[in-house]
Nanobody, 122 residues
Framework: QVQLVESGGGLVQPGGSLRLSCVADGSIERYAMGWFRQVPGKEHEGVACITASDVGGEYYYPFVKGRFTISRDNHKNTVSLQMNSLEPDDTAVYYC???????????????WGQGTQVTVSS
């Protein structure tokens, strides 16, 4: 299993943008890579997933509404989430996740990062 470390969270005003990054300590070629988020008292919520290839399919949960873009660089073992038009409801801890040869189904996730806080507030 790979170890994952996220970065890029912070405080941003409504309508602003953030770019989250996740770096793995090993190859991610065999992994579908995803982003999830969680607010206190609630379960992890899926955000986006990119399948295991350089031109893999990308999947977004409906609330994203075209605002976020997930991408991966298998040479650098990284996955990123570009978030635009952020809203206060996007405030959460965002987690990077790896699912070997999968599709980011939460129960099948093999590795989770430690999370990075995103706060959207004026």
């Amino acid at each position: 299993q790979v170890q994952l470390v996220e970065s890029g969270g912070g405080l941003v005003q409504p309508g602003g943008s953030l770019r989250l990054s996740c770096v793995a300590d090993g190859s991610i070629e065999r992994y579908a890579m995803g982003w999830f988020r969680q607010v206190p008292g609630k379960e992890h919520e899926g955000v986006a997933c990119i399948t295991a290839s350089d031109v893999g399919g990308e999947y977004y949960y409906p609330f994203v509404k075209g605002r976020f873009t997930i991408s991966r660089d298998n040479h650098k073992n990284t996955v990123s989430l570009q978030m635009n038009s952020l809203e206060p409801d996007d405030t959460a801890v965002y987690y990077c996740a790896a699912d070997v040869e999968g599709d980011c189904t939460p129960d099948d996730i093999d590795s989770w990062g430690q999370g990075t806080q995103v706060t959207v507030s004026s």
